[in-house]
């Protein structure tokens, strides 16, 4: 297949571009670089540009017969969705129909979006199934529950096919040592903890001991950044060879509370690294766990990391050569 993946060169869209071509696929990455970065695209061609550009992407799609297109370009942090909603609607909602409006004008039919377990908002039950009412609570879960709209929309009247994923934390980095996860600033709990065991951070802070859960703190869901975009791969494969659109859950079906985590962590790194206990942040659930039953079922998806040692190890031997890749700690 030829595939174009935008936002290629940030932790999810850069794993999943060196996946492709290692399984023989022709990419195309499409980055504006603004929270990514060129050197973590290492296979296939790179664009430099933004999906809103509709003139650029005429020109990619009449020169490329893609068979698909996947996508990793939204912003995703919730906090500054809540600070900055115009951000996030214009970026992950409007950028986005610009992008399936080409595809729609070239006669791309495949669609992959990277969406989010947040459109659920609270749970009202866990293990979260498809089933589950979706609420967000946040512009970041309404920008992708949108979009998950617009395909809908876009299926029925144009024939757009689409599968979209959703998820709570990706995590883990490249077991070859390759690519790994970077943000500035860093907001996700594995890297943090990780940075507290190198040094490069004086301390991870825990928030809240006294939820509902037998340690209790929160039980968090966790996917190995591998087996993410094994399940991003088999939805293209699914829509390619005819299969209809599809909303799936990802979850590695039981979750792992924050204290198992860092003690994980220890093990895992050898560092009694300091933890300090804060108080609860607002919105936080007790649990939010995924259940991915029916992406198994139907795509036959299997996670072949769903250890939690095994996602720190290889977070870990990433954020052992941070002096390689790092940017100063925020």
Not at 234 to 239: A, D, F, I, R
Request: net charge negative; proline share 4%.
């Amino acid at each position: 297949m030829k595939v174009l993946v935008v936002g290629g060169a940030g932790y999810i869209g850069s794993h999943m571009v060196k996946m492709l071509a290692l399984a023989g696929h022709d990419v195309v990455t499409l980055d504006d670089l603004s929270n990514g970065y060129k050197d973590a695209v290492k296979y296939g061609e790179f664009v430099e540009g933004n999906i809103a550009d509709a003139v650029l992407l005429d020109r990619l799609f009449s020169e490329n017969a893609f068979d698909g297109v996947m996508h990793f370009a939204s912003f995703i942090q919730v906090g500054e969705s809540v600070e900055k909603p115009s951000m996030y609607y214009r970026n992950n909602v409007s950028n986005t129909q610009v992008l399936l409006d080409a595809m729609v004008d070239h006669n791309v039919k495949s669609f992959i979006f990277s969406s989010t377990a947040a459109t659920f908002g609270e749970p009202e039950y866990t293990p979260i199934d498809e089933k589950h009412p979706q609420k967000p609570i946040n512009p970041y879960g309404h920008s992708k529950l949108m979009v998950e709209q617009i395909l809908s929309d876009f299926d029925h009247a144009y024939g757009l096919k689409s599968v979209s994923l959703r998820y709570f934390n990706a995590a883990g980095a490249d077991p070859d040592g390759e690519l790994g996860e970077r943000h500035i600033p860093e907001t996700h709990l594995i890297p943090l903890v990780l940075q507290a065991a190198s040094g490069r951070r004086e301390s991870i802070t825990v928030f809240g001991d006294d939820y509902d859960t037998p340690d209790g703190t929160c039980i968090r869901d966790y996917i190995h950044i591998n087996d993410l975009c094994t399940a991003h791969l088999l939805g293209l494969e699914h829509l390619v060879a005819g299969g209809d659109s599809r909303a799936y859950n990802m979850g590695n079906g039981q979750g792992y509370s924050i204290k198992e985590l860092i003690d994980v962590a220890k093990s895992v790194t050898g560092s009694d690294f300091k933890v300090v206990m804060g108080e609860r942040r607002d919105g936080d659930p007790a649990r939010l766990v995924a259940d991915s039953t029916l992406l198994q079922k139907e795509l036959g998806w299997k996670p072949q990391f769903a250890e939690l040692e095994t996602i720190i190890c290889h977070a870990w031997e990433w954020e052992e050569k941070a002096d390689l890749w790092a940017m100063p700690v925020s």
